[in-house]
């Protein structure tokens, strides 16, 4: 393993968490390639932690690329732009790929409408990003313009980014981490946009830090990325961002891990890194925060993963918001013929989806396609209490009672084995030898115990 | 990795001890293997279809337990002591649970229990002193056991090479270790339960016997203590599952050998220890559920 100088507080680890097979090989070279605009997007009104957002458009009505459609719902929340010009169609409901119902608007794409132009990818990820015109923003107008922007955090999460940054006076910030880890197995995107987009990955890292007033700047990269750090490397020179490789380890990107690896800082249980003065970023969405503030752009497109075994060629794309998967699939070859299950995100944390009308949102990380070789799966059998899951989980917790308090619903005993602390990171069922769905478990009793 | 995988690391680890068993005790530790292992997987497909539970043969399980049984008898044990051991063993200590995961008690301890009362001359220590045996181990009585009644020390050399007398795998120190050493590199045995089983057992013996090393080494070395440290205390099943609790229950087990070495008739402990530490792991699980990672989930109203 490369070795790096460490000038950063934290150990570049966490205790506990388990190292699964990379398989970053599919796409982690190939660069990233633009999707010719769909002709329909299904627009979900809810991409975001929060309120959805209320819809201000009507059918047939003609919007342009870069429009609001739908207004912020709340405070927690973020407005949504259209990603291509083209004529509205009528509302409905569409599961998304974590089981939520949402309302969703169908945009049908007008036939000159940009994205389809060439352009498309010098306009977003390509060009200067002038670090010197950072000065001219003050901490508001930054704040601002991200709200503007519609950008939710891009890592999964989908926490509306404004309010992170948005100054906090009982709650002072002096750290911003910029999650780079990428600690999903086959996910690549965020590896290539530090690659290809290093200085807008600077530029919007210097920006999300003078809005929040944080002096302490880390980019965390795992070491599996060291051509990543070392393309960043030339534009954090001489300003305040440290890049911090940190050990290569699932989950360092959980926000846990990634501000224990770095900061060396534990954020309470049931809280936010804003407890302990941190703010918590995806790479991706610095991307987006440099769009927003230096272009004026709104977060209408992402890199998008598409790989795995079961895909024809694996690609890391850039994609509007919208766009069912069925369209990725297609622009990466199609699906081969012993695909067995298809993931919205990455094997440990994604969720494993039927409709492929299912639109991407703006926290679609990739679609990960797995053959019957990959999933060929164990029987389940009874625990053996072997403690293999207690051994792995990050959070210290005891998966296996917590996983078996929940399918016999005694609340009680799920609950003085903090059930409520688990991020549903997999780690437990990734070790488990009785093949247990532990996590699945989990989740559910989770669900419930709310429902109760 | 799987259960079964889990199982087959389980017998890999055992191999060392097949084999010393079967060079010190020749073709009767072999007939006892194979009696045992045959019984304990037929009676779990009795006992299973009996219950209408799924056949779980395939997880490998039963087998285990039938090695471990046979490995913890004498070779001299007649037929139908390994056969009843391991009935017992499956049928009262597993399947009536719920099969594999459900069980309180250490199976192979139960029906090795079961058998030692059922027929104390055929299995107690009297048991292990074949005077006509051409085997030349099997005319002495075991290290522990001449200790106790003679003062005897068996050398320390004896011990680890297994050129002893004692339960078919126990009696060489050396394959205990090789094979428990890989057991915990496997991780199909959590290495803390080994090592507090023989920190304890180690430390109570150097106070006891006012500080001798040599004392301590051969009270390592003899009897079951390896055996039972590696393979028996440290069946994921009747063991905790937290770090925290591994310690406490492998320096429960390595007290309560020590304890009934030192204060009982019997000259072996390893057995009663297990399960007496079996009955309270529910205990020691709940009394070590750690802290989650950022402190207890806030209450929320
Ligand atoms: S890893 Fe699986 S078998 Fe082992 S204790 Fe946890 S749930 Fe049980
Ligand atoms: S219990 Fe929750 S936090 Fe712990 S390993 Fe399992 S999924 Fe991750």
Not at chain 1, 103 to 115: I, K, N, R
Not at chain 1, 229 to 241: I, N
Not at chain 1, 266 to 275: C, K
Not at chain 2, 83 to 101: D, H, N, T
Request: hydrophobic content about 45%.
């Amino acid at each position: 393993m490369t070795k790096v100088a460490v000038n950063y507080p934290g150990k570049g680890t966490f205790e506990r968490g388990i190292h699964p097979p990379e398989m970053k090989q599919w796409a982690e070279d190939k660069s990233i390639s633009v999707l010719p605009t769909p002709k329909e997007l299904y627009i979900p009104l809810l991409q975001h932690v929060g309120a959805p957002a209320k819809l201000l458009v009507a059918p047939k009505e003609q919007v342009v690329y870069g429009q609001v459609i739908a207004e912020a719902g709340g405070f927690i929340s973020a407005p949504i732009h259209s990603p291509v010009a083209g004529v509205v169609g009528r509302g409905a409901n569409i599961t998304l790929a974590n089981g939520r119902h949402v309302p969703m608007v169908p945009v049908v794409t007008a036939s000159d409408s940009v994205g389809a132009a060439d352009g498309i990818y010098e306009d977003m990820l390509g060009g200067e990003w002038p670090l010197s015109l950072l000065d001219d923003f003050s901490p508001e107008e930054i704040v601002d313009k991200i709200k503007q922007a519609g950008i939710v955090g891009q890592g999964g999460a989908a926490f509306p980014t404004f309010v992170k940054v948005l100054k906090n006076k009982d709650k002072p910030v002096d750290a911003l981490v910029i999650n780079g880890c990428e600690c999903e197995p086959y996910l690549t995107a965020d590896h290539r946009v530090m690659l290809e987009a290093p200085q807008a990955v600077i530029a919007g890292t210097l920006l999300a830090a003078k809005a929040s007033g944080a002096k302490a700047i880390y980019i965390a990269v795992e070491s599996n990325k060291m051509d990543a750090v070392e393309a960043l490397r030339p534009y954090a020179q001489g300003t305040a961002v440290t890049l911090a490789v940190v050990e290569t380890r699932y989950p360092m990107g959980g926000e846990k891990q990634t501000v224990r690896a770095v900061t060396g800082r534990t954020i309470p249980t049931g809280g936010l890194p804003l407890d302990v003065g941190v703010v918590v970023m995806n790479v991706s969405t610095t991307w987006a925060v440099a769009r927003a503030v230096l272009r004026g752009k709104p977060l209408t497109h992402r890199v998008i993963t598409v790989t795995g075994r079961g895909i024809a060629e694996p690609k890391n794309v850039l994609a509007p918001v919208g766009v069912p998967l069925q369209e990725l699939i297609d622009f990466c070859g199609g699906l081969k013929a012993d695909t067995a299950r298809i993931i919205a995100g990455g094997p440990m944390m994604g969720f494993t989806v039927g409709n492929l009308k299912t639109p991407v949102t703006k926290g679609t990380s990739g679609i990960t396609v797995m053959t019957l070789d990959d999933v060929h799966e164990e029987e389940t059998t009874h625990c053996v209490r072997c403690g293999r899951c207690v051994d792995v989980c990050p959070l210290n917790l005891i998966p296996t009672k917590m996983a078996l308090a929940a399918k016999n619903k005694d609340w009680e005993l799920a609950k003085k084995y903090h059930i409520g602390a688990c991020m549903e990171c997999g780690c437990c069922a990734y070790s488990c030898p009785a093949n247990i769905p532990l996590v699945q478990l989990i989740r559910m009793g989770k669900v419930q115990m709310l429902k109760k | 990795m799987s259960t079964q995988g889990m199982m087959r690391d389980v017998l890999v680890g055992l191999v060392p001890l097949i084999l010393t068993g079967l060079v010190v005790f020749r073709g009767a530790a072999l007939a006892q293997m194979v009696i045992c292992v045959a019984a304990c997987v037929a009676a779990e497909l009795v006992f299973t279809a009996m219950r209408k539970g799924p056949v779980s043969i395939k997880d490998g399980s039963a087998a285990v337990t039938g090695m471990i049984l046979a490995l913890s008898l004498p070779a001299t044990a007649p037929w139908f002591v390994g056969v009843l051991g391991s009935v017992v063993a499956i049928g009262l200590s597993k399947v009536i649970f719920g099969g594999l995961g459900q069980n309180l008690f250490n199976p192979a301890m139960v029906g090795r229990a079961f058998v030692m009362i059922a027929f104390p001359a055929m299995i107690g220590a009297s048991a292990y002193v074949v005077q006509d045996a051409s085997v030349h181990a099997l005319t002495m009585a075991t290290p522990l056991t001449s200790l106790k009644m003679s003062g005897v020390v068996t050398p320390l050399g004896q011990l680890l090479t297994g050129a002893t007398n004692g339960s078919i795998g126990e009696t060489g120190a050396l394959a205990c270790l090789l094979g428990g050493i890989y057991l915990c590199w496997r991780r199909a045995a959590a290495w803390q339960i080994p090592v507090a089983v023989i920190a304890s057992a180690a430390v109570i013996s150097l106070l006891s016997s006012g500080f001798s090393i040599s004392a301590v080494l051969h009270e390592l070395s003899a009897g079951a203590l390896l055996f039972g440290a590696f393979f028996i205390a440290t069946d994921p099943v009747t063991s905790p599952v937290t770090p925290r609790g591994r310690w406490i229950f492998g320096i429960g087990v390595g007290c309560f050998i020590m304890m009934l070495r030192k204060l009982s008739g019997y000259p072996e402990g390893v057995m009663f220890a297990v399960l007496l530490m079996n009955a309270v792991v529910p205990l020691i699980n709940r009394w070590t559920i750690p802290e989650p990672l950022g402190g207890p989930v806030p209450v929320r109203n």
